[in-house]
């Protein structure tokens, strides 16, 4: 076939098949007029370079695949330096997510002080209904008790469930992505102007969901560098909810939304009573490839339990 019917057929332009050949990743026969002539295999070819092209591999990372059906393979990803292709795009991508993670945490920081500066009201975060401080943990609060949920939970594979972000994307949690997540799960987060539960200080391990919130905030970048390779906080909250607390806090990162508490019924999470509502009990999760790598149960006090996270991570590096 000629140079045009093969783009055609292959959904390229004659440029890029030139391109393509150029790389030395087609090779036509040449007619005794010294015309170039394309076979199926050329089609297949640049169908299965403009595939990886769109799942972010440059195309001239493409050869191990191509020499991969080259060798009689069905697939081109059959082959040892196919599967190292791929993971070598996935450190790559992973990395790019990380610096821009911190780049959006940087500007989230920046847009804070400016819209602040030269304010001399306490800024919302730090109050409650009649003044009351979320961020600074009343004395005597009860400690919960360990009942040992957090020690079967180490290497079960997370449920296929998908969740609403914050940021407005359905995330699949056995598929939040390659490396370490850190998961940690909350009853509920303090408004400005709105009530907490009735009698909410006495519930062991209830208070505190905005200070350790702001913790994990505090220590995003350190946790990155530790090994983590995204945060997210999940509760039960509905989407509208957690998203005003992400913008008030100046969070970088995403909450997740379980409001039927799928998650807690699917792997027997521990979950109390509150105000009517059945919420989460608090609990973190560090979740790699989809595995539960490490649970934190009890979490207290809750404003120091990023700074333990941290510390998990830096001992127990990938």
């Not at 055609?8 to 007619?31: H, Q």
């Not at 170039?36 to 195309?59: F, M, N, Q």
């Not at 913790?215 to 005003?244: C, I, K, N, P």
């Not at 027997?268 to 934190?296: M, Q």
Request: include cysteine; hydrophobic fraction near 35%; proline fraction near 8%.
């Amino acid at each position: 076939m000629t140079i045009s019917e093969l783009a055609r057929r292959a959904e390229v332009t004659v440029k890029a098949v030139r391109y393509y050949e150029s790389l030395g990743l087609i090779t036509p026969e040449r007619l005794p007029n010294g015309y170039r002539t394309y076979t199926e295999d050329d089609v297949r070819l640049i169908r299965e370079i403009r595939t990886l092209h769109g799942l972010g591999i440059p195309v001239e990372r493409t050869r191990p695949f191509l020499e991969c059906l080259a060798a009689g393979r069905e697939y081109a990803d059959d082959c040892p330096a196919s599967l190292a292709s791929y993971r070598a795009a996935i450190d790559e991508l992973t990395e790019r997510i990380e610096a821009l993670t911190a780049r959006r945490a940087t500007l989230i920081t920046s847009l804070n002080a400016a819209a602040h500066r030269g304010s001399t009201a306490v800024p919302p975060e730090r109050t409650g209904t009649g003044g009351e401080n979320h961020l600074t943990l009343p004395a005597g609060l009860p400690v919960p008790e360990d009942d040992g949920t957090a020690d079967r939970l180490p290497g079960t594979r997370v449920p296929p469930l998908t969740l609403l972000t914050t940021a407005g994307k359905e995330v699949r949690l056995e598929a939040l992505g390659p490396g370490r997540t850190v998961l940690y799960i909350y009853p509920l987060t303090g408004r400005p102007g709105t009530d907490l539960p009735e009698g909410w200080n006495s519930i062991p391990g209830a208070r505190g969901c905005t200070a350790e919130t702001c913790g994990f905030r505090d220590h995003f970048q350190e946790l990155l560098e530790a090994g983590a390779g995204r945060v997210h906080g999940l509760s039960s909250q509905d989407t509208e909810y957690q998203r005003e607390v992400v913008e008030r806090l100046g969070l970088p990162f995403d909450m997740l939304s379980d409001p039927e508490l799928r998650l807690a019924d699917t792997l027997g999470l521990p979950t109390f009573e509150a105000g009517g509502a059945r919420l989460f009990t608090r609990l973190t999760l560090v979740v790699r490839d989809g595995v539960i790598e490490h649970a934190f149960h009890p979490v207290f006090p809750p404003d120091a339990h990023a700074e333990q996270v941290l510390t998990w991570l830096r001992e127990n590096p990938v």
